[in-house]
């Protein structure tokens, strides 16, 4: 009504305050290094260019390329050998399929009783973070907790056993194998035993007692906590307790 006119208004877009060689420069550091803040990145790039540039600029510009800031995955450190042995555990149950189903996994963890995952949420207005409702407590001390074993199988599981304190040998002997594991895969047609390579696991004792009641084990390389499925039993059980 005011131009006469319905071709579409022409939008004003703001210049670009990098130049094309600066944005080689940001995409190279962050690239060469994952690790490097924008803000380091920034004052490299004033050193070098005498042009200052901000370092909310910079994350804009490592976005337009796909990169954005993410939490890293924490993982055990590797050598070539555990890499090997992974593999090699991999390669040779790749055509495992029934199979699974007479695995035992079995595994101990420190359920924490006053601590929470992070992803409870409270519905408050704007200024009411510091009231109490809205305030998740926690010690400054150690975190109360017990330490669990347990044992899944595709059809059935064994039965939660608390160990008191830490567990050694012994206790996973006398608490563990003795009273719940030798009975449970008794009643089992064929089973394959599954733990990890901690030290009460793998000591004399231990391994003695597989051998004497003639229990197979599932060979398993070091540093390979994650590829067992009970991992992920533990936490679900950590986010309903939370």
Same mark, same amino acid.
């Given at each position: 009504m005011q131009e006469g006119t319905t071709d579409r208004r022409g939008r004003l877009h703001l210049p670009q305050c990098t130049t094309s060689r600066e944005d080689r420069l940001i995409m190279q550091m962050a690239v060469m290094n994952y690790a490097v803040t924008s803000r380091t990145v920034a004052q490299h790039i004033e050193s070098v260019t005498h042009h200052s540039v901000s370092a909310r600029t910079i994350r804009g510009r490592l976005q337009q390329i796909g990169l954005s800031a993410r939490r890293p995955l924490l993982g055990l450190p590797l050598t070539q050998n555990h890499r090997r042995l992974r593999r090699q555990l991999c390669n040779e149950r790749r055509t495992w399929v029934a199979e699974w189903n007479e695995v035992?996994? !079995?595994?101990?963890? &420190?359920i924490y009783l006053q601590n929470h995952d992070g992803q409870i949420r409270v519905w408050r207005h704007r200024g009411e973070s510091m009231l109490n409702s809205c305030v998740m407590h926690h010690n400054t001390g150690l975190a109360l907790g017990i330490m669990a074993w347990s044992g899944i199988r595709y059809h059935s599981r064994t039965h939660l056993v608390r160990i008191a304190g830490t567990l050694n040998s012994q206790r996973y002997m006398s608490k563990v194998l003795e009273? /719940? /594991? $030798?009975?449970? $895969? +008794?009643? $089992? #047609? !064929?089973e394959i035993f599954q733990q990890d390579n901690a030290r009460p696991? /793998? #000591? &004399?004792? /231990? +391994?003695?007692f597989f051998v004497?009641? +003639?229990?197979? $084990?599932l060979l398993w390389p070091a540093r390979s906590p994650y590829l067992s499925p009970i991992e992920n039993m533990?936490?679900?059980v950590a986010q309903r307790l939370s």
């Amino acid at each position: 009504m005011q131009e006469g006119t319905t071709d579409r208004r022409g939008r004003l877009h703001l210049p670009q305050c990098t130049t094309s060689r600066e944005d080689r420069l940001i995409m190279q550091m962050a690239v060469m290094n994952y690790a490097v803040t924008s803000r380091t990145v920034a004052q490299h790039i004033e050193s070098v260019t005498h042009h200052s540039v901000s370092a909310r600029t910079i994350r804009g510009r490592l976005q337009q390329i796909g990169l954005s800031a993410r939490r890293p995955l924490l993982g055990l450190p590797l050598t070539q050998n555990h890499r090997r042995l992974r593999r090699q555990l991999c390669n040779e149950r790749r055509t495992w399929v029934a199979e699974w189903n007479e695995v035992v996994f !079995t595994d101990e963890s &420190r359920i924490y009783l006053q601590n929470h995952d992070g992803q409870i949420r409270v519905w408050r207005h704007r200024g009411e973070s510091m009231l109490n409702s809205c305030v998740m407590h926690h010690n400054t001390g150690l975190a109360l907790g017990i330490m669990a074993w347990s044992g899944i199988r595709y059809h059935s599981r064994t039965h939660l056993v608390r160990i008191a304190g830490t567990l050694n040998s012994q206790r996973y002997m006398s608490k563990v194998l003795e009273p /719940v /594991v $030798l009975p449970y $895969l +008794q009643g $089992l #047609a !064929t089973e394959i035993f599954q733990q990890d390579n901690a030290r009460p696991h /793998v #000591a &004399r004792i /231990v +391994q003695k007692f597989f051998v004497n009641h +003639q229990i197979e $084990l599932l060979l398993w390389p070091a540093r390979s906590p994650y590829l067992s499925p009970i991992e992920n039993m533990w936490s679900m059980v950590a986010q309903r307790l939370s």
